[in-house]
């Protein structure tokens, strides 16, 4: 079938209101040409109604690669090239992976592939079909069948010997010197993207369950399975169907029994040809193009390329920042050093008022806030999407602000309260900012004819309203702490609420906190929020257990018990054989798994007036500070979220520039005439005095020395299997290494305040310390302010230097602190002097 697609190399914008001719393209499967929506039809993009009823699945952003693989049970059901899948009217793809979501809803798929200008809707049926047909490994992009041949290569060793076939008993080594008809392989694709190794045309590899590989197979099944992996390095991998990697041991045996791959484990192609032209597929991945499905599950801990990649999402909430610092910090600081997303706090206009919680009072859908206007917003959420920042916004759909006190001694105006932006508002009314968002009282959950009364309320010191629980939504029409509880049983307020996160979405918002979440209907928020692909979304959670239905149809869960997990390992207790225990952490809530959570290492909820070594904040000083750090040096976590904020005197306080009780104050910037931040030092103590723990001025506790450089480490080491090293950590120190290149190792602090009573560790002399890493110096990224760059950087504040035995030679961790190198902060070695001296 010949098609003509669009061009995509100059697609113009298009507003959400254009209507454009699509260019369909059939797809080559004979099964789905009839498949509803593949004809050419006008399409208009004007929205349609939300839905009334019923529960909405959400289609998240997957981080696999594409194109996907056909082949596989994965199935394509259309095409389209078209203007409406170009960039909008603010410059962003974001409309046109919308625009792509509802043709996959309107053909029944369950994914999207999405490029500029281009939406191709598959069904995949399944979870692990998807994660199959993700761009699979390097060989299976050129298929083996009887027309295109399949792979031929030998495979070469860390060591220099290649892996080959030994006759009588035909058993795989890997001793070869050279290449040669003993070394060759044809590798040949599977349907489910596995490969089977062919040796000379008539014998298969096999992986036996104890390591043992033999080539005398005349027949592929499951133990002639393998799934090869490409390694960042330009290596490949080999693992086995018992889920065990091919090694190449130095003694010249080759055996499928490591569980994770090290040097041992990674070969180099050679010799690779193939008998026939190149495949049509590409060779790599397409980096413009994204896939997007309701099988995937938010920022999930493996992607990219037959999802074997490891993932390590990153967060920050800078909390209260103006829009043009929150740019700023995007540009130098966050887009550099490896962060994926921050978090902002609410962007609607608000009541007015100098505390940090009139934020979460709107009183309109506008976007003019004390922190910027709504074209600062624009142009701040597009330079941190340039930076590679994704933007998360605070969402507020369950209510609207408190009424100020003229509203209830004013009976002739139903409005009087002014709002930031000098919207006006009432009890249980709203005038609105942008016409669309006007609500009136019979919006709002009420009691039966009493407008003004809210039907119920919630609060402290229960949170509950009639029931045990509030997984149940018994509290979802009740106004929570006074607050005028939107109705969202009715059509009218979910247009509004769609309005306003459509809004957000075409200027480029990718990802949302949804606050309150406990008190919304899931089904009603799901009919909102999931008329968009998102790329996160996580709940404001406190601790309940979860029914599974919230992860389903809204996002992750805000775990805030890790945190206090590790405020008392590495701080209140006092035992210190308990230290080892940390290693094991993996989940904070009951209930919450480690897939279906998110772990900040402090909220604005949790804070107290003064430093409590319980509650993680920077009042805790030095303590804080290590927490924060072994938050992302601990391999097990797969999404965390970091803090940037500001002090205070009074958990009441708002921003810096917001003192003195100004109703319409503007923050300070956390940055000088300069551009230099105006942050607070590095603390060297536990916990801080309180002369500089009661200053009104920003912490920016991310830029803290050590964290830039940890976001890397977390970057290349997360995921890996972790392994005691040393004592065990019952003194409190501790050592770990994670797979075989990455190492950590800390100290316990002391605390002024509140003695522990094991007294001043010091600081521990690594020297001797068997790590198991490869020989070399290495830089120590915990005592950096900003992400390591091998080959640009020669010296570092504080190294490690490990022999050839593995062990130590040199390195300390000070007291309280924390220490973190890997494969990937190797330095240049130095030349001995007398070599030096030599020459």
Known sequence: TTTTTTTTTAMPTTTATDAVEPTVIPTSATTTTAMPGTTSTTMTTTDSPVASSGKVLPVRNCYLAAPLQTGTVCEKLAEFAAAEFGLNEFGQETTGKRKCLERLRTVAGDTFVFELGRCEVWRCLSRPSLRASAFPIHVTSRPATSTSGPLSASFLGHHGKYLNVHSGPAMLYADAASEGPETEFHIIRNVDGSVAMLHEGSRYLSANPDGTLFVDKAAANT??????????????????????????????????????????????????????????????????????????????????????????????????????????????????????????????????????????????????????????????????????????????????????????????????????????????????????????????????????????????????????????????????????????????????????????????????????????????????????????????????????????????????????????????????????????????????????????????????????????????????????????????????????????????????????????????????????TNCMATPTQSPLPSESSDQNSWVCEHRWHGVAGLVAFRKACRGRAVTNLGNGGVDGRLAFRAGDDCMVALVRGSNWKWPQGFGSLGDWNLQGLQVGLPAGRYCNVAALSSKFVAGAVTECPSEVLVGGDGAVLSGSVPEGDLLAIYGGSRLPDRRLRSDRRRR
């Open 223 to 676: 133990w002639e399975s393998f799934t090869l992996q490409d390694n960042s390095d330009g290596t490949v991998s080999l693992k086995s169907f018992h889920g065990l990697y091919v090694s190449a041991q130095l003694d010249g045996r080759a055996l499928a029994n490591a569980g994770e791959k090290g040097d041992s484990e990674r070969f180099r192609l050679a010799n690779e040809t193939s008998p026939t032209a190149p495949s049509e597929k590409p060779a790599e991945p397409n980096p413009k193009a994204s896939v997007h499905s309701e099988l995937c599950e938010y920022q999930e801990a493996t992607g990219g390329r037959g999802a074997e990649e490891l993932r390590a999402p990153v967060f920050v909430k800078l909390w209260e920042w103006n829009y043009v610092d929150i740019a700023k910090e995007c540009r130098e600081y966050l887009g550099p050093n490896g962060f994926d997303a921050v978090q902002l706090s609410p962007i609607v206009e608000h009541k007015r008022g100098s505390q940090w919680w009139t934020k979460y009072q709107p009183i309109s859908f506008g976007l003019n806030t004390r922190s910027g206007t709504a074209q600062d917003f624009q142009e701040m959420v597009a330079e941190c999407r340039a930076a590679g920042v994704e933007v998360m916004v605070d969402l507020i759909l369950n209510h609207m602000a408190i009424a100020c006190d003229e509203a209830h001694h004013s009976p002739h105006d139903p409005a009087p309260c002014v709002g930031w932006n000098g919207s006006t508002y009432g009890h249980r009314r709203m005038s609105g900012a942008r016409g669309w968002d006007e609500a009136g009282p019979e919006y709002f959950n009420h009691q039966p004819g009493h407008l003004q009364w809210g039907l119920c309320g919630v609060g402290a010191p229960s949170y509950l309203c009639g029931s045990l629980v509030t997984t149940d939504c018994s509290c979802c029409k009740c106004d929570l702490y006074g607050l005028p509880d939107w109705n969202t049983e009715l059509q009218e307020v979910l247009e509004i609420h769609f309005r306003h996160v459509r809004e957000l979405h075409d200027m480029g918002v990718t990802m949302l906190r949804i606050d309150a979440a406990l008190y919304e209907d899931v089904g009603q928020v799901s009919r909102v929020l999931n008329r968009f692909p998102w790329d996160y979304v996580e709940m404001e959670w406190w601790g309940e257990y979860p029914t599974g239905l919230h992860d389903k149809y809204i996002g992750n869960y805000r775990d805030v018990a890790m945190s206090w997990k590790f405020a008392n390992a590495l701080a209140t207790e006092k035992d210190l054989s308990k230290l080892p225990e940390v290693l094991g952490f993996a989940s904070g809530t009951f209930g919450v798994s480690n897939d279906k959570a998110i772990y900040p290492i402090t909220i604005h909820d949790k804070r107290t007036d003064n430093a409590v070594q319980e509650v993680a904040t920077y009042k805790n000083g030095l303590e804080f500070h290590q927490q924060q750090k072994f938050f992302l040096a601990l391999p097990n976590l797969e999404r965390v979220s970091l803090w940037g904020g500001f002090g205070w005197k009074s958990i009441d306080d708002g921003p810096p520039g917001c003192q003195g009780g100004d109703e319409l104050c503007t923050p300070s910037s956390p940055f000088g005439a300069g551009g230099a």
